[in-house]
């Protein structure tokens, strides 16, 4: 009898299937903050689609990348494509460089670039959630409910400001803290966010206009190297 239970046991152990190891719970901001090495960062592209209730169309493509520092991003390279009209902005430190777009025909001749503060998101249609800030990713985590690899939950602007640098450099007025942002992380078997899609609506004059923005993130750890523009391109002028 003690030899056919000893068999049935074995035979269980060979039926029952090992676990992945991806499958064991990571923590996605441990993840990050293992990720962020100076030097390092994570690429991302993305995509901006407006509606009014009664239409939809695309509005905006996004391409860029965050470059880590000691202390989270040290630096970041957006480009903006609307339609015909493309904008640049590169975020150093303190510093901002702005070229293109409409601040590219106020430049005197020669210059290229416009320095100032640096004001972290450009404008609302960029992507308000920025998984590369651990504070940020923290409180996502806390406000959304997780499901399998997505994360889905919703934050105001109010709270983005008080966790991420990335939103509260922006030049948002307080009239829009109360705006609600719904969002939907994608997580990869490491822990680290592939994509991210948010959205938010603002009524005005009686009629909704709800921008969504969808953005993927790849390469995080890989080597990001972002420099500042040629000092003779740069002007802290405008005509």
Do not use: C
């Not at 993927?216 to 405008?238: D, E």
């Amino acid at each position: 009898m003690k030899q056919a239970l000893l068999a049935i046991a074995a035979l269980a152990a060979l039926t029952v299937p090992a676990l992945p190891a991806h499958a064991a719970s990571r923590d996605p901001v441990k993840v990050l903050n293992a990720t962020t090495v100076p030097g390092h960062g994570v690429r991302f592209t993305g995509s901006v689609t407006w509606m009014d209730g009664t239409d939809e169309r695309g509005a905006r493509d996004l391409k860029g990348a965050f470059q880590f520092g000691k202390k989270g991003i040290a630096a970041f390279d957006i480009t903006l494509k609307d339609g015909d009209e493309q904008q640049r902005v590169l975020g150093i430190g303190k510093t901002g460089y702005y070229s293109g777009g409409l601040i590219g025909g106020l430049l005197p001749e020669g210059k290229t670039w416009f320095k100032e503060k640096n004001r972290g998101m450009p404008d609302s249609w960029s992507q308000f959630i920025n998984p590369a800030e651990a504070k940020t990713l923290a409180r996502l985590l806390k406000n959304g409910t997780t499901k399998g690899g997505t994360v889905s939950g919703s934050i105001t602007v109010k709270e983005l400001k008080a966790v991420s640098t990335w939103v509260s450099a922006a030049r948002l007025g307080n009239e829009h803290d109360g705006v609600k942002i719904s969002y939907k992380l994608t997580l990869s078997s490491a822990g680290l966010v592939s994509r991210v899609t948010s959205s938010y609506t603002i009524t005005e004059d009686g009629t909704p206009y709800t921008t969504t923005v969808d953005s993927r993130y790849t390469g995080w750890g890989g080597k990001v190297s972002i420099k500042a523009p040629a000092p003779s391109t740069v002007t802290t002028k405008i005509r």
